[in-house]
Every structure is written in structure tokens, then in C-alpha cells.
């Protein structure tokens, strides 16, 4: 096992769990997917923590403005949990706001902790709440869940919905975070609002978390012709860990994961495949070959026995997101 493996996944809900599910727990004494010992385990460089937050939670009876303000206080209670983390286990995990802090972090021995927003529609039309976020630390934001939003459209099997884009806020919105340096994450999106955020953005543009369609024809999955635009705009997708997506409803199969992998190269290049496990954010499988972020080392071994070379796992598991958070300047 190739234990000197730097890993930067793209994406986890582990702070929604520890706020919602596990109280009381925290990134050390946890039965998350993933923690500081796992995280260890699989020698993270950084993990991207996802600030996520449901509509139809908030909702209830109220009007979505109403929910979306109450989703935004508690994407403000996930933002500070996480603060709370590097407080309590300052030799382990930082908060790290570009790529300069993640490589001095790494330098220290620590993993950086580089914090999301998953669902843009948090923002409720306000403007100054992007610079907010980003004052916070925020550096990437996924623009949809699966709700319509302020900002746009989400992925549907309905292809009405599908072909929808940005609004107007939503265009406004994808601009300044290139100006900020904040990157425009299109996994959720519809494919309308996917072409919008790349034709808009001004700053890098990825999928944290998507597979490939061809593979799985899932709508949260990119196309191949979305995997050529987001892999010319020097773009990268993260592999989500969920069997819906990599193809088998109940299960998360290596052998799924690594053709994902492959497709991507094939379609995107060597540089377009990057890692967004997606743990802790889903449920209902009967069985997992990877279940938590310590046993990324197998799938590591699966791609080096399809053929890949080191050269090529470095570029997935940290060296293409790199190259997309040093471009954030």
C-alpha cells in the first residue's frame, strides 16, 4: 500500500451529520465516514467540507425565502462548527483559504480544511452574502441542490427543467465569484444552468462531485459533451463514491469507480479526473468496497492494476485540484 498518497477530496457532508446527527461528536471522536484518523490514514493534503443545506428541512410551511433565510443561519452554524474543529485540533486540521496556506499546511503536517457552500440559493437574492462567505473562508460554491434556486436550475428528469439556466442573479452571482476567487462548482446543476456557468464564469469552474453519464445516465452525472467543455476551461470533476451514480442502486462498487475513472481520462484528458467521495451525504447502500475515507488506498490499488501510472494517480488524487485552487490566485 502507497501510504506517501496525497489526497484532496472535493467534497464530504461530514459537517451536516456532526450538527444534525451527531451531536456531540466531533472530527476526532466520530463515526463519520470521515475524521482525522481516516483522514490520516489516506495522507489528506486537504478535505473540501461541505456547508450544506435542505430547503424542504427549513420549509416546512413557510414561503422558500423564509426557508432559504433559515438555511443560511445554519450554513453559518456549519461554517463556525468547523471553526470549532481547528480549534479544538489545531495540530491536526487548519482552515485554509488558498492554495499558498494548503501547501504550508502541508509542510506542517497538517490537512487543510477548505470549506463549501452546497446550495447557492442560501445567498436569497442578497448579493453581499457571497463576500460574506468568502470573508469566512468559503472558496468554492455549488451553486444548485436540487431545488430551483435564486440563482438557477437544478438537474431533473424533466427536460424542461433541464434545459433551464442561470437567472439573472445567477449570472451577477457566477461573475463575482471569479472576482473573489471563489470557484463555481456545476455539480446540481441542470445542464442549462451548467453551460450558463461556464460561458459566465469569470474564475475556474469544476464538478465536485459528478460522474459520467455515458457510464450511469443519471442527470447529476456530466455528459460527455459537458466533460470536453469543463475539461477545456481547464476544468476538473471529482468521483463521487454514491452507486446511483456510478451505476448499481444499492451498491459502491471499486470496479464501477475505476471505469468512471477511465472514461474521464478517455474523454476529459489526464488532467480532468479528480476525487468527490460524496461522504457522508448519502445513504441506502446495502454494501460499500470503500465505506469511509481511511480505505482510499484500495481504489488507489484497483487504478494501478487497470494500468494507470503514479504519475496519473497524483494528478487525480491532488494534483489536477491543485492546479484549480492555484489558479484561484
Not at 466520530?30 to 450544506?52: H, P, W
Not at 462567505?133 to 427543467?161: A, I, Q
Not at 469569470?202 to 470536453?228: K, Q, Y
Request: aromatic residues 6%; proline residues 2%; glycine residues 10%.
Amino acid at each position: 500500500m502507497n501510504h506517501s498518497m496525497n489526497l484532496i477530496d472535493l467534497h464530504c457532508d461530514t459537517l451536516s451529520r456532526l450538527l444534525c446527527e451527531k451531536t456531540g461528536q466531533d472530527l476526532k471522536n466520530t463515526d463519520c465516514d470521515v475524521n482525522l484518523s481516516g483522514m490520516k490514514e489516506a495522507g489528506a493534503v486537504a478535505q473540501f467540507f461541505a456547508c450544506f443545506t435542505c430547503l424542504s428541512e427549513h420549509q416546512k410551511d413557510k414561503s422558500p425565502e423564509e426557508g432559504y433565510e433559515a438555511c443560511y443561519k445554519q450554513a453559518l452554524e456549519l461554517i463556525e462548527l468547523m471553526e470549532k474543529q481547528c480549534v479544538l485540533f489545531p495540530e491536526e486540521i487548519v482552515l485554509s483559504r488558498s492554495y499558498k496556506e494548503i501547501v504550508k499546511s502541508k509542510e506542517e503536517g497538517k490537512i487543510s480544511a477548505v470549506l463549501t457552500v452546497e446550495e447557492g440559493g442560501i445567498l436569497n437574492g442578497r448579493p453581499e452574502r457571497i463576500e460574506i462567505l468568502y470573508e469566512k473562508g468559503v472558496r468554492l460554491m455549488t451553486l444548485m441542490w436540487n431545488f430551483e434556486n435564486c440563482l438557477g436550475h437544478p438537474n431533473s428528469r424533466d427536460v424542461g427543467v433541464m434545459e433551464k439556466g442561470l437567472k439573472d442573479f445567477g449570472i451577477e452571482t457566477v461573475r463575482q465569484m471569479g472576482k473573489l476567487g471563489m470557484i463555481a462548482d456545476v455539480s446540481h446543476a441542470s445542464d442549462g444552468t451548467f453551460r450558463d456557468i461556464v460561458k459566465y464564469a469569470e474564475g475556474p469552474v469544476i464538478a465536485s462531485h459528478s460522474n459520467c453519464r455515458a457510464l450511469a445516465g443519471h442527470p447529476r452525472n456530466l455528459s460527455d459533451d459537458m466533460i470536453h467543455t469543463l475539461a477545456d476551461k481547464g476544468g476538473i470533476a471529482g468521483l463521487n463514491f454514491y452507486g446511483v451514480f456510478l451505476g448499481t442502486q444499492t451498491e459502491s462498487k471499486i470496479e464501477e469507480m475505476t471505469a468512471h475513472i477511465l472514461h474521464m481520462i478517455k474523454t476529459g484528458g489526464r488532467e480532468f479526473p479528480a476525487i468527490g467521495t460524496d461522504f457522508d451525504g448519502f445513504g441506502g447502500m446495502e454494501h460499500m468496497d470503500i465505506s469511509n475515507i481511511s480505505q482510499m488506498g484500495r481504489l488507489w490499488e484497483a487504478l494501478k492494476r487497470k494500468g494507470l501510472s503514479e504519475d496519473q494517480l497524483d494528478l487525480i488524487w491532488s494534483g489536477n485540484a491543485l492546479r484549480v485552487l492555484k489558479a484561484l490566485g
